[in-house]
């Protein structure tokens, strides 16, 4: 599996578009890209995934270089309901029971 | 729908006590996981199933035991617990294949060994 890394934190002000990147120099050609969020308490939610380019759907956009050894998920126009830890998860879609999350980024949006 | 639900939310037991969580889906998914995720720690994939009657071990197994009888239901069993369990448990559930990265997940049980 792709190790991926990614910053333990970010701060941002609501209204801000908040870009968070993980880079995964090792991906290989059948990993897919795909990130979660989590709030305190809850169980992690599945936000977006994609494999190369651009994937946007309502709650963000995924963007992802050619050579795909990183990828930058965006979150436009940021709420205080959006502080939550953000992970990136890379790996070959078909084999979901290799799911591995690292410690994420935890993201904090004030007024 | 309920999506993922587990019983119960919480619990506290003392070492080697035994106990079981349960978890159950409504979407008809054939994968189904439990997790386990320690303070400022990501998840970790405790056991999973593939599909009714099926069950496979994960990153971290030792010392938990799961069943798969139906497809909408899969436990996990602390057959002896020990304060190096206390954690939160996560339940999950997907499709297979190609969705299988697209996974749901249930809002925990928090779990303490004393």
């Known amino acids: 599996l792709a190790k991926t890394t990614q910053p333990i934190s970010m701060d941002s002000y609501e209204g801000q578009e908040v870009n968070i990147t993980c880079s995964h120099n090792?991906?290989?050609?059948?990993?897919?890209i795909t990130w979660y969020q989590q709030f305190p308490s809850q169980g992690p939610r599945f936000i977006i995934q994609?494999?190369?380019t651009k994937v946007t759907n309502e709650v963000a956009s995924l963007f992802i270089p050619a050579d795909r050894k990183s990828s930058t998920l965006s979150l436009p126009r940021v709420s205080l309901s959006d502080t939550a830890v953000y992970y990136c998860?890379?790996?070959?879609?078909?084999?979901?029971?290799?799911?591995?999350f690292g410690k994420g980024t935890t993201l904090s949006v004030s007024s | 729908n309920a999506g993922v639900t587990q019983t119960p939310k919480f619990r506290v037991l003392k070492t080697g006590q035994s106990m079981t969580l349960l978890c159950a889906q409504d979407?008809?998914?054939?994968?189904m996981y439990w997790y386990r995720q320690d303070p400022g720690m990501g998840l970790r994939l405790i056991h999973y199933?593939?599909?009714?009657?099926?069950?496979a071990k994960g990153e971290v197994p030792d010392g938990y035991n799961v069943s798969r009888l139906k497809k909408q239901n899969f436990l996990l069993g602390l057959e002896s617990a020990a304060p190096s369990q206390t954690s939160v448990y996560f339940c999950?559930?997907?499709?297979?294949?190609?969705?299988?990265?697209?996974?749901?997940f249930g809002p925990g049980t928090r779990l303490t060994v004393t």
């Open positions: 999950a559930s997907s499709y297979g294949g190609r969705r299988s990265y697209e996974q749901y």
């Open positions: 090792n991906i290989a050609t059948n990993d897919y």
């Open positions: 994609g494999y190369k």
């Open positions: 998860l890379v790996g070959d879609r078909q084999a979901g029971t290799a799911l591995i």
């Open positions: 979407m008809n998914h054939e994968y």
């Open positions: 199933s593939v599909g009714e009657g099926t069950t």
